[in-house]
């Protein structure tokens, strides 16, 4: 069954979701032959609209592949809770877990788990974390320590997610954008990036910050508000806040401040990147 012919048979499955039940053998087989697709990495949930996988994420529309996300909600529909165990472990749930990563060229370290409909490409490395269905995990990118993929966050490659770190996932409504991460990121310990807010290529983003599609990303430089929820790529940013008055005082809300623009490549060379965070305080 080539992609067209699957996209058509989701669609038709989805107009008449709520006649289906894990008895329906013949619907089973169609979702579970796309959700190999995203577990292997040949479809994506999200991309770069009309242009190549190294263009830059901050400044380009996402596509969404809408009947991606209807095959993993009509997956939850035709699955039955089942028992695991895993050695001492239990799990009791509708979605197995991913398995075979070694001969997938991905390290997973005892506490990691993904879930069957996830991809992680060649050279991930996965410490005690979670990613979850449809999220895509780009080439060499670490998950560290209790950070967690939400369901369709689209990773890029070389990334380090760091520990603690809260990709926030979307499957409803099938049309809303998931969090996009581009490639050669730093996302400092204990960041929040939700509600389908994105992180250009290159983008060090320091430890704590919250990003949603509510966030302002102001430049430092100019004062300029660069954008609602969307951190420019080759750029420090860190958490900061700004200043409205309301009836009871001035407070400070939530912002995301750039301090510095880097040339391509600056991101991996850590030393420049330590001065630049050290001079604001902050850390990854």
């Known amino acids: 069954m080539d992609t067209t012919e699957a996209q058509a048979e989701i669609e038709e ?36 609209a009309g242009s190549d996988s190294g263009s830059d994420i901050a400044g380009s529309d996402i596509a969404v592949n809408e009947w991606l996300k209807y095959t993993i909600l009509l997956l939850f529909r035709l699955s039955a809770m ?26 997973v370290v005892p506490g990691a788990s993904a879930r069957w409909g996830s991809y992680q490409a060649p050279g991930v490395v996965m410490m005690p974390s979670y990613v979850n269905i449809g999220a895509y995990v780009g080439e060499n990118t670490m998950v ?57 290529n290159g983008v060090v983003l320091g430890a704590g910050c919250i990003l949603t599609s509510s966030i302002p990303v102001i430049d430092t430089e100019t004062g300029e508000e660069l954008s609602r929820g969307v951190v420019p790529s080759w750029c420090v940013a860190v958490s900061g806040s700004r200043s409205r008055k ?16 880097i040339p391509e490549g ?9 001065d630049i965070l050290r001079d604001h305080g902050v850390a990854t």
């Open 13 to 48: 499955l989805w107009t008449r979701r709520n006649e289906l039940s894990p008895a329906d053998e013949d619907a089973k087989a169609v979702v579970h032959h796309v959700i190999n697709l995203l577990d292997t990495g040949q479809v994506r949930v999200a991309e770069v």
């Open 144 to 200: 560290d320590t209790w950070a967690t993929v939400g369901s369709c966050a689209q990773i890029g490659s070389n990334v380090h997610l760091s520990g603690g770190v809260g990709i926030g996932g979307v499957l409803e409504p099938p049309q809303a954008v998931p969090v996009v991460v581009g490639d050669d990121c730093l996302i400092g310990s204990r960041c929040i990036v939700a509600d389908g807010a994105r992180v250009g």
């Open 266 to 274: 600056e991101r991996h060379d850590k030393s420049a990147l330590n």
């Open 246 to 261: 309301f009836a009871g005082g001035e407070f400070g809300l939530p912002a995301v401040l750039v301090i510095k623009r």
């Open 82 to 107: 089942e028992t695991t165990e895993l050695g001492p472990f239990e799990f009791a749930d509708k979605i197995p877990l991913k398995s075979n990563y070694q001969q997938h060229g991905v390290r």
